[in-house]
C-alpha cells in the first residue's frame, strides 16, 4: 500500500505545491486548512506515514499539532514549515517533538527528502531493542527509551558527560536505530585536527586550492551525506571554525575550499562534550548561536559511579569481548575482584574498566581474576590532592612523596587527554616543554 501523508496549511499555493510534489513520490494526501480539520482527518482512523504542518494556522499553531501527534498518534512523524529565517519556532518545534522542519520558501529538493525520511521512520515502528549499551539500571533504561525516541528525529542533539562514560557509543546508538542507519555514521574528534586542516577537513577542497592539496578532497559533511556527523569535544573547535560549522548548519549547504559553489548537505549532527558549554560561553570560548543550534536537545550520560549495578554486566561483557578478541579462554573475576570493582569511583568512566580490566587479563595467571591483578588506584585517586595533604610520609623521603604526587596527576591528565601531551600540558597548566621534562625526569615516556 501506497504511503498516506497529513498536509496542513491555509495558504493553498503550498498545499497546492506539497500536493503535486507527494503525489509524484507516490504518497497520497489529505489536506487540512486548520487545526480542527487536521484533528477531524487524524480522529477518522486513517494512518498518517507524515504530517507536514505550517506554524501559523488561522485557528491555533503547529507546534500545538506536533504535541497532539505526539501524544495520541506517536507513530506519526511530524515536519512543520516555518517561515524564512525563523531559527526559534524550527528549534522550538523540535524540542516539542517535531521530527524536522523545512523553512519557507520551500525548497522541492529538500522537501522530497524530507519526506523520504519520514516514511522511512513510519516504516520501521517496532525496531530491536538498542544492542550497544550495556546496563539496566533505571538511568541507562532512560536513556535508551530518551535514545530510541530521538533517533526517529532529525533534531540536533548534544551529549553531554565525563570522559569515557559513553558519548560516542550513544551517538552510535541513535543513528544505527534512525532512518539513517544505512548511512555513514562519521565521528571527528574537533580537538584533534590541526587548525589550519580544520576547513579543508570539514567541507573539502578542490586540487591546487593550497599547497599540498594535490587532488581534490571530499570533506567530513560530503563523507557524511544522507548519514550522521557526530562531533566529538566539540567545545575545542576554534572561533573562526565555530563561525563555518554554524554556518553550514543553518544553511543546510557547505563550500569545499577552492570552489565558488556551494553543495546542499543532508546531514544529522550529533555533537558531545565533557566540558560546560554554558560555562565556555561566559568564558567567550563558545559561541552563544552554535550552542543554540547544537542543543535543540540534550542528552547526558550517566557516570560509572552513579551506576554501579551495571559494572558486574559490563565487567562481564568487556571480558567476553577481550576473550574474542584474543581467541583465549574467557576469564571471569573472583567475587573479591568484583566487590573491588562495585566500589571503585572509576573517574575514568567505562573506558577505565575497559582498561583496567584488559591489563588484569593479560596479567593474571589463571582464568580467575584476583583483585591485586586489578591494581586499582585507591578510591580517592580522582581526589589526590585533598588526600595526599593528609596522609603522613610513613617514613618516606619528602622528595620521593611529592613526585609520586606529581606522577598521579600527570598521568590523570594524559588519560583524561587520551594521550594527547599537549593537551595534557594545559590541563595541567604547564608548558609543553615543562611536562615532556617531568615525563623524562619521572620516567613515563
Ligand atoms: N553503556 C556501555 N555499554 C558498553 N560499553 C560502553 C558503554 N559506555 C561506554 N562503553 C565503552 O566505553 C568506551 C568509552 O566510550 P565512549 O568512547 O563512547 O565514551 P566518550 O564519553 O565518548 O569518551 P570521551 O569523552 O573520552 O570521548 C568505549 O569503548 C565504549 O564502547
Wanted: aromatic share 4%; net charge negative.
Amino acid at each position: 500500500m501506497g504511503s498516506q501523508a497529513l498536509i496542513v496549511d491555509d495558504e493553498p499555493d503550498i498545499l497546492e505545491l506539497l500536493n503535486i510534489t507527494l503525489s509524484r513520490m507516490g504518497v497520497q494526501c489529505d489536506a487540512a486548512e486548520t487545526v480542527a480539520d487536521a484533528k477531524t482527518l487524524l480522529q477518522a482512523g486513517q494512518h498518517y506515514d507524515i504530517c507536514l504542518t505550517d506554524m501559523r494556522l488561522p485557528d491555533g499553531n503547529g507546534i500545538e499539532l506536533v504535541k497532539l501527534i505526539q501524544c495520541q498518534y506517536p507513530n506519526t512523524p511530524v515536519a512543520v514549515i516555518t517561515a524564512h529565517g525563523n531559527v526559534d519556532t524550527a528549534i522550538e518545534s523540535m524540542k516539542a517533538g517535531a521530527f524536522d522542519f523545512l523553512s519557507k520558501p520551500i525548497d522541492i529538493e529538500r522537501l522530497r527528502t524530507l519526506v523520504s525520511t519520514a516514511i522511512k521512520v513510519s516504516a520501521t515502528e517496532n525496531l530491536p531493542e538498542d544492542t550497544l549499551l550495556v546496563g539496566k539500571t533505571a538511568a541507562m533504561k532512560l536513556l535508551k527509551q530518551q535514545i530510541l525516541k530521538l533517533s526517529r528525529s532529525q533534531a540536533p542533539v548534544l551529549i553531554s558527560g565525563e570522559s569515557g562514560s559513553g558519548k560516542e557509543l550513544i551517538a552510535r546508538s541513535i543513528h544505527q536505530q534512525g532512518p539513517r542507519a544505512d548511512a555513514p555514521f562519521i565521528a571527528v574528534n574537533c580537538g584533534a585536527i590541526p587548525r589550519e586542516l580544520m576547513e579543508s577537513e570539514f567541507f573539502g577542497h578542490k586540487k591546487g586550492s593550497f599547497t599540498g592539496a594535490n587532488i581534490d578532497k571530499a570533506g567530513l559533511f560530503q563523507a557524511a551525506e544522507n548519514g550522521t556527523l557526530f562531533l566529538d569535544e566539540v567545545a575545542d573547535l576554534p572561533m573562526d571554525m565555530q563561525v563555518k560549522l554554524l554556518r553550514a548548519i543553518q544553511e543546510k549547504a557547505v563550500r569545499p575550499i577552492g570552489t565558488q559553489q556551494e553543495l546542499p548537505i543532508n546531514v544529522r549532527i550529533l555533537s558531545a562534550t565533557h566540558k560546560n558549554l554554558q560555562e565556555e560561553i561566559k568564558r567567550g570560548n563558545f559561541r552563544q548561536d552554535l550552542y543554540y543550534r547544537i542543543n535543540v536537545i540534550e542528552l547526558s550520560a550517566p557516570a560509572l559511579r552513579d551506576r554501579q549495578e551495571d559494572i558486574p554486566s559490563l565487567a562481564d561483557a568487556i571480558l567476553e569481548r577481550l576473550a574474542s578478541e584474543y581467541s583465549t579462554p574467557n576469564a571471569s573475576l573472583s567475587s573479591q575482584a568484583m566487590q573491588a570493582l562495585i566500589n571503585y569511583s572509576f573517574p575514568g568512566n567505562v573506558r577505565e574498566l575497559e582498561n583496567i580490566l584488559e591489563r588484569a587479563y593479560t596479567l593474571c595467571d589463571s582464568n580467575t581474576i584476583q583483585v591485586n591483578d586489578l591494581q586499582l588506584q585507591s578510591p580517592q585517586h580522582s581526589n589526590t590532592k585533598q588526600t595526599h595533604q593528609h596522609e603522613t610520609l610513613h617514613g618516606q623521603p619528602l622528595d620521593e612523596h611529592l613526585e609520586e604526587i606529581e606522577k598521579d596527576f600527570i598521568v590523570n591528565a594524559l588519560e583524561k587527554t587520551k594521550w594527547n601531551r599537549t593537551e595534557a600540558a594545559k590541563v595541567l597548566g604547564i608548558s609543553f616543554r615543562s611536562l615532556r621534562y617531568r615525563l623524562k625526569k619521572l620516567g613515563l615516556e
